[in-house]
């Protein structure tokens, strides 16, 4: 396809379960981002990848969030023992180099119950 | 720390009017900065990006402005549409990293 996929596009999770969360950028956009998305605010930066070195991962809330883009495309964002304070949109968006204009996923709405 | 906020949170308005949607942020030191729309259980779209450089950008019915040193932005609707009715987010580019900082968006009713 011609965009950002997500998958899946909806997730349950009962606490302390661990998921996984799938992120196919656009075919030669080497910037990727994963971003949080609150119910009624504005997305929040989690990490970005530049190919398969993540650059900065200074958003990630704790220790429990991991991602990893290991051939330079598709991206995985992965949160162990999940919490109520987990549920939210992610978001994953992909871009040319640098500070480029960002195109994005429909998200993964994540609900940990 | 950069703060980005939009006023105002929801606006209702009849079709046809125009209107402005504001956004502001506390550290000019911004590469770009970019609007976003917003549908729900949908991604986000780019409506218009303005280069930290630039003063405006046009597409269409929509205009946005760029104020850097005063750390202002507009996004102008011209001839408001039902269909236009979604959440509009204010997005800025730091200089000094590759993160995108959101504002809380402004929820719009176009009102047929």
């Known amino acids: 396809g011609a965009g950002v996929s997500q998958s899946p596009r909806y997730k349950v999770a009962k606490r302390g379960q661990d998921v996984a969360l799938r992120c196919d950028p656009i075919?030669?956009?080497?910037?990727l981002f994963w971003y949080q998305q609150a119910l009624g605010q504005g997305p929040e930066f989690l990490t970005y990848?530049?190919?398969?070195?993540?650059?900065?991962k200074s958003g990630l809330p704790s220790d429990r969030f991991f991602a990893e883009r290991p051939e330079g495309s598709v991206s995985t964002l992965k949160i162990q023992r999940t919490q109520q304070e987990d549920s939210a949109v992610y978001l994953c968006?992909?871009?040319?180099?640098?500070?480029?204009?960002?195109?994005f996923g429909p998200g993964t709405r994540l609900t940990v119950l | 720390k950069q703060e980005v906020t939009q006023i105002p949170a929801a606006l209702s308005v009849p079709e046809g009017e125009n209107l402005v949607l504001n956004c502001s942020f506390t550290d000019s030191a911004i590469y770009n900065l970019q609007w976003f729309r917003q549908d729900p259980g949908k991604g986000l779209t780019s409506l218009l990006l303005?280069?930290?450089s630039q003063r405006e950008q046009t597409s269409g019915r929509l205009n946005a402005s760029l104020d850097k040193s005063s750390g202002r932005s507009t996004l102008y609707i011209a001839a408001s549409q039902p269909g236009d009715s979604a959440t509009y987010l204010c997005a800025v580019f730091m200089d000094s990293n590759y993160q995108l900082i959101w504002g809380a968006g402004t929820k719009l009713i176009i009102k047929p």
């Open positions: 303005i280069q930290s």
């Open positions: 968006a992909s871009s040319l180099p640098f500070h480029n204009e960002q195109f």
């Open positions: 075919s030669g956009h080497v910037s």
């Open positions: 990848f530049q190919n398969e070195a993540q650059l900065d």
